[in-house]
């Protein structure tokens, strides 16, 4: 970057902030332009070609009233049979780079090595198996098509979709699943990794525990409060882990890619910023949602400090004598700190945060933070999703935090975005002001905050099966007609401000 532009850069931003517009910005120059999806949200094909089933799978298929109109990813977007359709989008915004996720499933059926699903490998009972185009073959596919295109894959192992037969047999539970994590990954680098060098191991630990294994609105659709979350964390942490120590040992030297996980995160204000109470409980609420994972993973092989002494405190208090939080044994400690080369971050909100005591007596993660979450009424909140204030400058002074508490490392924001509710108009302005605004937030993140953020992906390229929401939550970048069966594609305004912005930067290069 050179020094004087990156002054007047500095400059303009200062003063003119209000008005900037990111159509005539200077991003540096090798900054990653994406989009991201996964797997389940939009391949459908759900037990296509030996695939098996996913918890998402079993989840769905249960009904319930636990997504919206009991809808299911069998079909979603159809991408197992479109891909060159999704091709066509990623070549229309003109990125660079493209986030997607891996069926465990799809590829490993029972979620484990004995049986690969692979063309010319037939475990199940259908005529001519040669002709199919089964898991291995499909992702060597989309891969081989956006390395041709110009595009740079960016490769997530597991979305949310653990193979089902390994819940049946605990789930993110047991340690047995961080081991199947393991061989999985290591099948994924010997088969994708001469082509794939962007990876990450498991997107949003912080959803799958709690969400997953604590609260039981997301599948598994476990409800263990108190204890399932924690003993999910931990295994996952230690997966991820085990599958970063495999890449660094079997296949760094010769496939030369960087490994991290993607963690979600709320940016936190403290409710009264004079009050001292609310300002450490802003503190714990980030404690309990980013550092529970990076701590360990980018500084010390350990929780935070504060998650440790709180549990412990309010465990005791509640008649335990041991805390709720497992501890990592020292061998632990010393496999799990520092295993990421990068760090994935998915942003989508901030929230204001009380101090809150912990009068429960049953055990619940939820209290053992001692904070509660409130938005601002002033903030505006996406149509598509009742959880998602718009909060650009949020944004902005999380990366200062990451930057400042672990060691400045390289970021990208593996997703971001606003969603729509069904039907979702496709001149979509108001939606793009927050792209906007969130761009402008970005820049100055980089050239006055000095973050060192590489890369910018928005979630998503497509509407999608948006988890419990179904499909009346859109966050595409295109619009999806689910209703017609050819599933086309139709850009959002979004997306063509979206390509006017990507292709001002690819013109502009500062420092390339
Ligand atoms: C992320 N929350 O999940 C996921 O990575 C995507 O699969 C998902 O579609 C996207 O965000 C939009 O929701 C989240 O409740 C799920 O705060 C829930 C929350 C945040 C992120």
Known sequence: ??????????????????NWNPENAYFPGEFAWGAATAAYQIEGGWDADGKGPSVWDTFTHQGGDRVFKNQTGDVACGSYTLWEEDLKCIKQLGLTHYRFSLSWSRLL????????????????????????????????????????????????LYHFDLPQPLEDQGGWRSGATAEAFDAYAQFCFRTFGDRVKLWITINEPYVVAVLG???????????????????????????????????????????????????????????????????????????????????????????????????????????????????FTSEEKTMIKGTADFFALNYYTTRKIKHQDNLCTQPSMSADKEAEQVTDPSWPVATGSSWLAVVPWGLRRLLKYIKDTYNHPIIYITENGFSQSDPAPLDDTLRWEYFRLTLQEILKAIYIDGVQLKGYFVWSLLDNFEWTCGYSSRFGLFHVAFENSALPRLPYRSAIEYAKVIANNRRVKLDG
């Open 213 to 327: 294994y604590e609260k039981g609105l997301m599948a598994p659709g476990v409800t263990e409060p108190g204890t399932g979350a924690y003993l999910a964390a931990h295994n996952m942490i230690k997966a991820h882990a085990a599958a970063w120590h495999s890449y660094d040992r079997l296949f760094r030297k010769k496939q030369g890619g960087l490994v991290s996980i993607a963690l979600n995160s709320d940016w936190a204000e403290p409710f009264n910023p004079n009050s001292l109470a609310d300002r450490e409980a802003a503190k714990r609420h980030l404690a309990f949602c980013l550092d529970w994972f990076a701590t360990p993973i980018f500084l010390d092989g350990d929780y935070p400090a504060v998650m440790k002494s709180k549990i412990a405190a309010v465990c005791k208090r509640q008649g335990s004598p041991s805390s709720r939080l497992l501890e």
């Open 109 to 156: 059926p029972d979620g484990t090595t004995g049986f690969i699903n692979q063309k010319g490998n037939c475990s199940f009972k259908i005529e001519s198996c040669a002709a199919l185009i089964q898991g291995v073959d499909y992702y060597a596919g989309v891969i081989d098509s956006l390395l041709m295109n110009g595009v740079t894959p960016v490769v997530t």
């Open 1 to 18: 970057m050179a020094s004087a532009a990156s002054a007047s850069i500095k400059a303009t931003l200062s003063s003119e902030a209000s």
